[in-house]
């Protein structure tokens, strides 16, 4: 058993949330890179080349420049075993992200140093708080010209309401940057550039009175840092590790993840900051401890064609409790079905290797038939169901046209393989049934990989219309679809579960609805097989 408490504890599991173009990809990239998992990092303008190991694996991603679906990575820092669950970035992807934050222990929040805190950092950090996930923050791109480090940390605190504890202190900026002060540790780190960030940065250590050192860094670079650091000493948040575990204060951390200044120290804080495996709770309210004996975990997301050569279909789950062992057999809470778990994955970029054991803490993609839903439980022993992951009510919607009537069936497949992923939410017309589909999203770009993924997996050629609807709520209670149809401004459909649900086309008229009938419930997120408040 101690070697079994002793794995727990050497596991980290992570997200990294952040605004669109923060630099998300790049740290994903130099994380790794230090880690040992790559050689060399690409760049980010460089994504379309091939030789470089990027965690957006999928061509649409490569072509746009931005992350759509979320990755999962492994390597090791300092005997650790890191879990990185990179994220998507854009607003209109959040909704995988939300996901993915379930089956994180802790989250590395990226600030861009130009731009402060943005409105998706804002939308993130406030799941990470709804979760009580603990928040380390990385102010990045220093080697810019941008703003103030103090007038950056007041900002993060006056916008999210958290203390904020800088653990290490930037040396200059934009073209000055040159190293950051590491405040615990109480040494000055110089870097040296190195052409292209591709591989790791030499590192001067030295203290922060080293003669050589204030010549090196200029009279007036040296006392910007020391008034800098003398301000922090006399007004700043001594660190609280309770009260950052417990999601009430980030220590912050500077640095640029392309130039790689402040990467390595910021690992070395990082592992002793980040929870190892903690406690989860079942949909009963039980607790559930990493060092039960019994095996446990859940699915926070489905990904299909990973490998279009092969058409797979991986489902992306955390383990719990217990030990996974490969070719084990698992029940499956929601049918009660019995699974052996024999192909058994964890992931790099595009690179995948074979899975034999895990613990908790761990990310294991299981090859899955079509059986597996988001929020499924898997369990061995005592019969254990965790919290469920809402789907929430879309915001935007479209009418499918398919250009070839005779590849129905093929786009019927696509879109249940797609809505089961999480891509998307279809629904159908009470009256036209499956002719015709509507897809609701959170965000326009998801039509976008729709359309592009239901060309490329499944020689499905389609467009859309736009519907003039903007809110959407699941209706719990007796009420007849025919008389809300009839209503100017509202659509009743069919989710691909069969429950119903109305569009409107505006709040006002959602609300005067929802006041006509008060017995009735408007439901504004489910979880699968049921609605949820």
Not at 97 to 119: C, F, N
Not at 191 to 200: A, V, Y
């Amino acid at each position: 058993m101690s070697l079994y408490l002793e794995a727990i504890r050497r596991r980290r599991t992570f997200a990294i949330i952040s605004h669109p173009d923060a630099g998300k990809t790049t740290l994903t990239e130099k994380l790794l890179l230090y880690g040992g998992a790559v050689h060399t990092a690409g760049s980010v303008k460089a994504r379309r080349s091939a030789r470089h190991a990027t965690s957006d694996w999928m061509a649409m991603e490569q072509e746009r420049g931005i992350s759509i679906s979320t990755s999962v990575m492994r390597f090791e820092w300092d005997g650790c075993e890191m879990n990185l669950l990179d994220t998507p970035g854009h607003n209109d992807f959040s909704e995988d992200t939300y996901r993915t934050l379930a089956a994180a222990d802790s989250a590395i929040m990226l600030i861009d140093a130009v731009k402060g805190v943005e409105p998706q950092t804002i939308k993130l950090f406030e799941v990470c708080r709804m979760r009580g996930i603990p928040i380390v923050t990385f102010i990045n791109k220093m080697d810019r010209e941008g703003r103030d480090p103090l007038e950056l940390l007041s900002e993060i605190e006056d916008v999210l309401g958290i203390p904020t504890t800088p653990a290490s202190w930037p040396v200059g900026q934009g073209k000055a940057f040159c190293g950051v002060y590491d405040r615990w540790q109480r040494r000055l780190l110089k870097f040296e550039r190195s052409e292209g960030g591709s591989n790791k940065v030499p590192v001067i250590e030295a203290s922060l009175d080293d003669p050589v050192l204030k010549a090196e860094l200029g009279s007036r670079l040296y006392s910007s840092l020391c008034d800098g650091l003398e301000l922090l000493d006399g007004a700043g948040v001594p660190f609280d590790r309770h009260a950052y575990l417990a999601g009430r204060q980030s220590p912050v951390f500077f640095g640029s993840a392309l130039t790689n200044f402040g990467i390595e120290p910021f690992l070395d804080a990082f592992i002793g900051l980040a929870p190892s495996p903690g406690e989860r709770f079942t949909a009963g309210g039980d607790v559930v401890l990493p060092q039960d004996a019994d095996f446990s975990g859940f699915v926070f997301k489905i990904q299909a064609n990973m490998d279009p050569r092969h058409r797979d279909r991986i489902a992306f789950f955390r383990l719990c409790s217990g030990r996974f062992e490969r070719g084990m057999q698992a029940t499956l809470y929601r049918t009660g079905a019995k699974l052996t778990l024999a192909k058994s994955l964890t992931f790099m970029a595009q690179e995948r290797m074979n899975v034999e054991e895990a613990f908790a803490g761990d990310i294991v993609g299981l090859w899955d038939s079509g059986q597996l839903h988001i929020g499924d439980t898997l369990y061995v022993g005592k019969p254990v169901e965790y919290e469920g992951i809402p789907r929430f009510s879309p915001e935007h919607f479209v009418r499918v046209v398919l250009r070839d009537p005779l590849r129905r069936k093929q786009l019927k497949k696509g879109l249940e393989e797609l809505s089961e992923e999480g891509a998307v939410q279809v629904f159908y017309d009470l009256k036209r049934m499956e002719r015709d589909p509507i897809l609701g999203a959170v965000g326009k770009l998801q039509f976008d990989v729709v359309q592009h993924r239901l060309q490329t997996e499944y020689n499905v050629h389609v467009t859309f219309d736009g519907l003039p609807y903007q809110h959407a709520r699941w209706i719990e209670g007796d009420l007849d679809p025919d008389e809300i149809s009839r209503r100017s401004g509202t659509l009743c459909l069919h989710d691909i579960e069969g429950r119903l649900i109305v569009l409107f086309q505006s709040e006002w008229m959602m609300h005067r609805i929802m006041g006509d009938y008060e017995k009735v419930k408007f439901i504004a997120a489910v979880q699968p097989g049921r609605l949820a408040d």
